[in-house]
């Protein structure tokens, strides 16, 4: 066995070492998932209506020139969070005049049309992203997620995963607060 | 007072630490025998301290002492006793004391059981482990001190993380560490060859049972923590390549390699820096986990509390371990002879190809692991996950053609074998194997031609291993009583590797059912709610709330018929902890050889959830999965059985002529 050879195990722990060194930054925090969307236009789309479903579709123009804060939600029917959750965003159109869109990600017009006559459909507009190319343009990293869209089509805000549970229902009415969609302190 | 006891112990476990690290090194440097012995009574020394600080810990968790602060944030009085006592290393403090404790069993165990060890080489190799030992003693000391006291005390308990509560994974890390730290050894006998500069047979022989042993735990450990994931956290799954599964499968698929590198070492002199390498790479693997899970360094479902400073410290040990030790390797290994040669066509070749293999399937497990940190670091923030699909897609096309070369090379020979010869032997096992497959095909149909392909190579390892046995006893060549007495007669080695391969095999039936022909329903149902799954009509009852020692449950009631006639009830619970205020999901399983039916109820949302009462049940039919659990415990008995042959027991007198070893042309190819 060659001396160089016998080095390789070495350099690659060093180098490992180097990236193991920058990982343990007490800044970083490896569960924050940033939005390069955020502050940013919302992305352009267009996607068709829901097949078999009333509800009309939308697109990025839709986003632009509402009155207030509007709710962008992507999710699907074969998603189980996406169920859990769906009664807090009913709950927030219901109650508290949130106005909704939905995004329905990867999923059989059947499948959504039965989800949502069995839970309710609170969505204002629903498009069908059958092939998941608004998702990506969006840049979900699972479903559900949840947006916070301005009224100049302004992304404000993004919540990744089920806004479930006291903690993740607080921060996002806290978030739709600073957006300037929901009151302080009128409570559900 | 008992934590402060333990306290102490721990400070004097580190002081003995401290003299074994420097006295037996010094004393083989020099030929001073009484320095070298030296290394016996301190190691027995660590065990004793280190035991009575472990015992000390368990006493405060099993009386509930709330005075000590990993109590308080681990246990609760009203906690199952056998909780308690698992508590106790449920925690980062407590588990590293486990850590540190087995470690010092493990160099106790050398010093006590390895006497046909040269003593230099043992001092030398004590020497190493109490180097750990010291590491690892002054992390506790200095950043996690399990001893630590609250005052005012509290009045109770925060509780051990509800999953956690479960009898397979109370087992589950001590095995683990076993395994883990097991390793530790091995790495010590290997940096302490290095500095003699030697490595021969007789080496590979010694340290031999200490990596079975440590596999063995390590395959166990890892095989309870999957069925943990199965049967405890409702997932529906045994495997889902999370970073912390990752850290523990790659010193698996290392000391793997190891094992069967040190087989070749062992019986033919080569491969020897090779070994020596895997040796140090396995614990620096080990080590590695230890690392990323309590750094904070990756997400994962599991991590304990997570604190930078305690990544730093371990950081250091590692680049001291790791660092040390492979600068050792690059200076010593090019210097060291090389040994038996070999064709390309040997039992030799075969173990290289199951090495590479392995190595290849390490590199990429810890590539995929790693690489979200290092595309973080490269892009300046930016995060991406790395998740089954990759895994799937670069792992099991490196695994199969191991699973094929399983097949064949135990009939592979020394230096130079016959390989015509051997396919000539394996014709009929292929045919076997082929027609086997196709038979499944045509009662399954549907599903991928890879989930075929792999159940093709799991029938034909299965049976290639049972005809090697077969070739073996000369079953049907000779009379059968001829045939029993060379079963009888064969080492238990040799039985130890049929049993291994052909629970691999078994096991594979298992993964490959029950990832590609699973299926899945997730439904929303009311009492009354009917589903049908996998042939099963399955009817939702209704729902009842009971009470637990430390939880409240909704138990949900199904009933499962098959063609109209009654086969099961199942309870699926959906339990909420109140002191540790978390919710888990205790799912049912109807458990039968050909597959799990696995339930699983959770509430929607919250209280306020205008569904009246209907709950998400998730029903999954898992094909084969229990392969997995019988095919996993072949492995572990397989390794047992190899570690128990005569020719391995450690301290055991060598069998024939007190010749010292240096060859083994006479001992039977294993």
Same mark, same amino acid.
């Given at each position: 066995?060659?001396?160089?050879?016998?080095?390789?195990?070495?350099?690659?722990?060093?180098?490992? *070492?180097?990236?193991?060194?920058?990982?343990?930054?007490?800044?970083?925090?490896?569960?924050?998932?940033?939005?390069?969307?955020?502050?940013?236009?919302?992305?352009?789309?267009?996607?068709?209506?829901?097949?078999?479903?009333?509800?009309?579709?939308? !697109?990025? #123009?839709?986003?632009?020139?509402?009155?207030?804060?509007?709710?962008?939600? =992507?999710?699907?029917?074969?998603?189980?969070?996406?169920?859990?959750?769906?009664?807090?965003?009913? !709950?927030?159109?219901?109650?508290?005049?949130?106005? +909704?869109?939905?995004?329905?990600?990867?999923?059989?017009?059947?499948?959504?049309?039965?989800?949502?006559?069995?839970?309710?459909?609170?969505?204002?507009?629903?498009?069908?992203?059958?092939?998941?190319?608004?998702?990506?343009?969006?840049?979900?990293?699972?479903?559900?997620?949840?947006?916070?869209?301005?009224?100049?089509?302004?992304? /404000?805000?993004?919540?990744?995963?089920?806004?479930?549970?006291?903690?993740?229902?607080?921060?996002?009415?806290?978030?739709?607060?600073?957006?300037?969609?929901?009151?302080? *302190?009128?409570?559900? | 007072?008992?934590?402060?006891?333990?306290?102490?112990?721990?400070? +004097?476990?580190?002081?003995?630490?401290?003299?074994?690290?420097?006295?037996?090194?010094?004393?083989?440097?020099?030929?001073?025998?009484?320095?070298?012995?030296?290394?016996?009574?301190?190691?027995?020394?660590?065990?004793?301290?280190?035991?009575?600080?472990?015992?000390?810990?368990?006493?405060?968790?099993?009386?509930?002492?709330?005075?000590?602060?990993?109590?308080?944030?681990?246990?609760?009085?009203?906690?199952?006793?056998?909780?308690?006592?698992?508590?106790?290393?449920?925690?980062?403090?407590?588990?590293?004391?486990?850590?540190?404790?087995?470690?010092?069993?493990?160099?106790?165990?050398?010093?006590?059981?390895?006497?046909?060890?040269?003593?230099?080489?043992?001092?030398?190799?004590?020497?190493?482990? #109490?180097?750990?030992? =010291?590491?690892?003693?002054?992390?506790?000391?200095?950043?996690?001190?399990?001893?630590?006291?609250?005052?005012?005390?509290?009045?109770?308990?925060?509780?051990?993380?509800?999953?956690?509560?479960?009898?397979?994974?109370?087992?589950?890390?001590?095995?683990?560490?076993?395994?883990?730290?097991?390793?530790?050894?091995?790495?010590?006998?290997?940096?302490?060859?290095?500095?003699? *500069?030697?490595?021969?047979?007789?080496? #590979?022989?010694?340290?031999?049972?200490?990596?079975?042993?440590?596999?063995?735990?390590?395959?166990?450990?890892?095989?309870?923590?999957?069925?943990?994931?199965?049967? !405890?956290?409702?997932?529906?799954?045994?495997?889902?390549?999370?970073?912390?599964?990752?850290?523990? %499968?790659?010193?698996?698929?290392?000391?793997?390699?190891?094992?069967?590198?040190?087989?070749?070492?062992?019986?033919?002199?080569?491969?020897?820096?090779?070994?020596?390498?895997?040796?140090?790479?396995?614990?620096?693997?080990?080590?590695?986990?230890?690392?990323?899970?309590?750094?904070?360094?990756?997400?994962?479902?599991?991590?304990? @509390?997570?604190?930078?400073?305690?990544?730093?410290?371990?950081?250091?040990?590692?680049?001291?371990?790791?660092?040390?030790?492979? @600068?050792?390797?690059?200076?010593?290994?090019?210097?060291?002879?090389?040994?038996?040669?070999?064709?390309?066509?040997?039992? !030799?070749?075969?173990?290289?190809?199951?090495?590479?293999?392995?190595?290849?399937?390490?590199?990429?497990?810890?590539?995929?692991?790693?690489?979200?940190?290092?595309?973080? @670091?490269?892009?300046?923030?930016?995060?991406?996950?790395?998740?089954?699909? %990759?895994?799937?897609?670069?792992?099991?096309?490196?695994?199969?053609?191991?699973?094929?070369?399983?097949?064949?090379?135990?009939?592979?020979?020394?230096?130079?074998?016959?390989?015509?010869?051997?396919?000539?032997?394996?014709?009929?096992?292929?045919?076997?194997?082929?027609?086997?497959?196709?038979?499944?095909?045509?009662?399954?149909?549907?599903?991928?031609?890879?989930?075929?392909?792999?159940?093709? +190579?799991?029938?034909?390892?299965?049976?290639?291993?049972?005809?090697?046995?077969?070739?073996?006893?000369?079953?049907?060549?000779?009379?059968?009583?001829?045939?029993?007495?060379?079963?009888?007669?064969?080492?238990?080695?040799?039985?130890?590797?049929? /049993?291994?391969?052909?629970?691999?095999?078994?096991?594979?039936?298992?993964?490959?059912?029950?990832?590609?022909?699973?299926?899945?329903?997730?439904?929303?149902?009311?009492?009354?709610?009917?589903?049908?799954?996998?042939?099963?009509? =399955?009817?939702?009852?209704?729902?009842?709330?009971?009470?637990?020692?430390?939880?409240?449950?909704?138990?949900g009631k199904l009933t499962v018929m098959q063609d109209g006639r009654f086969v099961a009830e199942l309870f699926p619970e959906s339990r909420y902890y109140p002191v540790a205020e978390s919710n888990?999901?205790?799912?049912?399983?109807?458990?039968?050889?050909?597959?799990?039916?696995?339930?699983?109820?959770?509430?929607?949302?919250?209280?306020?959830?205008?569904?009246?009462?209907?709950?998400?049940?998730?029903?999954?039919?898992?094909?084969?999965?229990?392969?997995?659990?019988?095919?996993?415990?072949?492995?572990? +008995?397989?390794?047992?059985?190899?570690?128990?042959?005569?020719?391995?027991?450690?301290?055991?007198?060598?069998?024939?002529?007190?010749?010292?070893?240096?060859?083994?042309?006479?001992?039977?190819?294993?």
């Amino acid at each position: 066995m060659t001396r160089a050879l016998a080095l390789i195990p070495l350099l690659v722990a060093v180098v490992f *070492g180097g990236f193991f060194l920058w990982g343990l930054d007490p800044d970083r925090n490896p569960n924050d998932i940033p939005s390069v969307l955020i502050s940013q236009p919302a992305p352009e789309f267009t996607l068709m209506d829901v097949e078999g479903l009333a509800t009309p579709s939308f !697109e990025r #123009a839709d986003l632009v020139g509402n009155p207030g804060p509007v709710i962008v939600n =992507v999710f699907a029917s074969w998603c189980v969070p996406c169920r859990a959750e769906h009664a807090v965003l009913t !709950e927030l159109v219901e109650s508290e005049g949130q106005r +909704l869109f939905g995004i329905n990600y990867k999923d059989k017009p059947e499948d959504a049309t039965r989800w949502l006559a069995e839970l309710g459909n609170p969505y204002e507009k629903i498009g069908a992203d059958s092939t998941g190319r608004a998702g990506i343009e969006w840049g979900i990293s699972g479903v559900p997620e949840t947006f916070i869209v301005g009224p100049d089509g302004t992304v /404000l805000y993004r919540y990744v995963g089920p806004v479930v549970g006291d903690n993740a229902v607080e921060k996002f009415r806290e978030a739709l607060v600073q957006a300037g969609a929901l009151e302080r *302190g009128v409570s559900g | 007072m008992t934590p402060e006891i333990g306290h102490f112990a721990l400070a +004097l476990a580190l002081a003995m630490a401290i003299v074994q690290s420097v006295l037996p090194m010094l004393g083989a440097a020099r030929g001073n025998i009484l320095w070298m012995q030296s290394a016996k009574w301190s190691s027995l020394g660590q065990v004793f301290f280190a035991s009575i600080a472990f015992i000390a810990l368990l006493q405060a968790f099993v009386t509930s002492d709330f005075t000590v602060k990993n109590v308080v944030e681990n246990s609760h009085s009203l906690k199952p006793m056998l909780f308690k006592v698992a508590g106790s290393w449920g925690s980062h403090e407590g588990s590293l004391l486990l850590w540190v404790l087995i470690l010092t069993v493990f160099g106790a165990a050398v010093s006590v059981f390895g006497s046909n060890i040269p003593d230099s080489l043992k001092a030398r190799t004590l020497s190493v482990q #109490a180097w750990i030992s =010291v590491g690892f003693i002054t992390f506790m000391l200095f950043t996690s001190n399990p001893f630590d006291r609250v005052f005012p005390p509290p009045v109770d308990g925060q509780d051990l993380n509800p999953l956690l509560q479960d009898v397979g994974l109370a087992m589950h890390p001590p095995l683990l560490y076993f395994g883990y730290v097991g390793f530790s050894i091995v790495f010590s006998f290997a940096v302490a060859a290095l500095i003699e *500069g030697r490595v021969d047979a007789a080496w #590979a022989r010694w340290v031999r049972p200490w990596t079975l042993a440590a596999w063995i735990s390590l395959t166990a450990g890892i095989a309870l923590g999957s069925w943990w994931a199965y049967y !405890e956290l409702g997932w529906g799954g045994w495997w889902f390549w999370d970073p912390v599964e990752n850290v523990s %499968f790659m010193p698996w698929l290392m000391g793997t390699a190891l094992l069967h590198s040190a087989i070749v070492t062992e019986k033919r002199d080569a491969f020897k820096s090779w070994t020596i390498l895997l040796a140090i790479l396995t614990f620096s693997l080990s080590l590695l986990g230890t690392f990323i899970v309590r750094s904070g360094l990756l997400t994962s479902v599991h991590a304990f @509390a997570v604190d930078p400073e305690r990544g730093l410290y371990i950081l250091g040990l590692l680049a001291v371990s790791i660092g040390g030790s492979l @600068a050792l390797f690059a200076w010593r290994a090019p210097v060291m002879e090389p040994g038996g040669i070999f064709k390309p066509i040997s039992r !030799e070749a075969g173990l290289l190809i199951n090495n590479l293999i392995l190595a290849t399937a390490t590199g990429i497990v810890l590539f995929g692991t790693l690489y979200p940190l290092f595309y973080e @670091a490269l892009t300046g923030g930016q995060k991406l996950s790395v998740g089954p699909p %990759f895994f799937n897609a670069a792992f099991i096309p490196i695994m199969l053609p191991l699973v094929f070369v399983m097949g064949i090379g135990p009939f592979l020979s020394w230096k130079r074998a016959d390989l015509p010869g051997v396919f000539q032997r394996l014709r009929v096992v292929a045919v076997l194997a082929v027609l086997a497959t196709l038979a499944i095909w045509y009662v399954v149909r549907g599903g991928p031609v890879l989930g075929y392909f792999s159940i093709l +190579l799991a029938i034909w390892l299965f049976m290639a291993t049972l005809k090697e046995w077969t070739v073996r006893i000369k079953l049907f060549d000779v009379p059968f009583a001829e045939s029993r007495r060379r079963a009888a007669n064969l080492p238990r080695s040799v039985y130890g590797m049929s /049993l291994a391969h052909a629970g691999l095999a078994v096991a594979m039936f298992g993964f490959i059912g029950s990832s590609v022909w699973k299926t899945e329903e997730i439904v929303f149902v009311r009492p009354g709610s009917q589903i049908e799954i996998a042939g099963f009509d =399955v009817t939702f009852e209704g729902l009842e709330r009971v009470r637990g020692p430390n939880y409240v449950a909704d138990r949900g009631k199904l009933t499962v018929m098959q063609d109209g006639r009654f086969v099961a009830e199942l309870f699926p619970e959906s339990r909420y902890y109140p002191v540790a205020e978390s919710n888990t999901t205790e799912s049912a399983i109807r458990s039968t050889m050909a597959g799990d039916l696995y339930a699983s109820i959770a509430r929607p949302a919250s209280e306020e959830a205008g569904a009246g009462g209907a709950l998400t049940l998730r029903i999954l039919y898992e094909p084969l999965v229990n392969f997995i659990w019988i095919g996993s415990a072949m492995l572990v +008995l397989g390794g047992g059985l190899s570690l128990s042959d005569r020719r391995l027991r450690v301290g055991a007198p060598r069998r024939g002529s007190a010749k010292k070893i240096s060859n083994s042309a006479k001992i039977p190819a294993e």
